[in-house]
């Protein structure tokens, strides 16, 4: 089996492949204040309580955006699992050309959602992850990251609407019944999410339309990228997988005798 880790900011996906298919995942909430041994006695007690023992886990992959934490699940993984795995970074086989001016800015999780993206449905693409950052990566039909659009996430959003208000309250983030709201808490997340999916729907069209790729097709993921799927026509594919599928299309282009 194969374990694929994903650190973002906010949170740490963990799932398991047999084979082809994803057999578990899960979530933990990114802290950086946690150890190897901490970070490794909970994935092995999260692998165990899914009905996988450690000792089935034989290769691993780790993509982050945290680098303090990178090092930590490595030395976990190293030290619980016995398992040295492979960290996607500068020299890693993706088959994804980045044709922008500093490719060593693009971080490590937008290069795989690049990848999956890519890979199982084809290019032209763009490819949407609703996260703490809202990102947006256009791949042409040969493969080339040619251009990244950064926007605040909805959480970020949130939190700073009522982190920044006296007397505006903290409230779930879901669509309203109608953006013609009567009260302060459907006011804004009609606000939160309307403005996102109206945010979301301009940089698709505006990137279509620069790039000249119009038939791209658009490709979302994401912890809050069902909630903007769902409520516009932009978005044809709603893959909440697929940073863990780019995973382990990366993994396997990077085996041993593999050449890609």
């Known amino acids: ?41 909970v994935i092995i007690e999260l692998l165990k309580l899914k009905g996988v023992k450690p000792e089935q886990i034989k290769s691993a992959i780790i ?69 703490t950052a809202n990102t947006y990566d256009l791949i042409t039909e040969d493969g080339a990251f040619i251009a990244g659009v950064t926007s605040p996430g909805l959480r970020i959003s949130a939190d700073a609407l009522w982190g920044q208000t006296a007397q505006l309250p903290a409230v779930e983030i879901e669509l309203p019944e109608s953006i013609l709201a009567k009260d302060t808490v459907t006011s804004m997340q009609a606000g939160l999410v309307y403005g996102c999916i109206g945010q979301t729907e301009y940089i698709i069209e505006k990137m279509k339309e620069e790039s000249g790729l119009t038939n791209c097709k658009v490709i979302a993921t994401g912890g809050l990228g069902q909630l903007i799927s769902e409520n516009t026509k932009s978005i044809h594919v709603y893959d909440p997988d697929l940073t863990l599928k780019g995973l382990k299309i990366v993994h396997d282009k990077n085996k041993p005798g593999r050449r890609s």
Do not use: C, H, W
């Not at 994903?6 to 990114?30: C, K």
């Not at 290069?111 to 199982?120: F, N, Q």
């Open 63 to 131: 993509s982050s955006v945290v680098p303090k934490l990178t090092s930590a699940f490595k030395r976990a993984l190293e030290e619980y699992l016995n398992i040295k795995p492979l960290v996607v970074g500068a020299g890693t086989k993706t088959g994804i050309k980045i044709v922008t001016p500093n490719p060593k800015e693009i971080g490590a999780d937008r290069v795989t959602d690049a990848v999956g993206a890519y890979e199982i449905y084809g290019g032209p693409v763009l490819v949407i992850d609703f996260g």
């Open 1 to 41: 089996m194969l374990l694929v880790i994903d650190i973002g900011n906010t949170n740490t996906i963990v799932g398991v492949f047999e084979e082809l298919d994803i057999r578990l995942s899960f979530r933990m909430t990114t802290q950086g204040t946690k150890t190897k041994d901490e970070y490794g006695a």
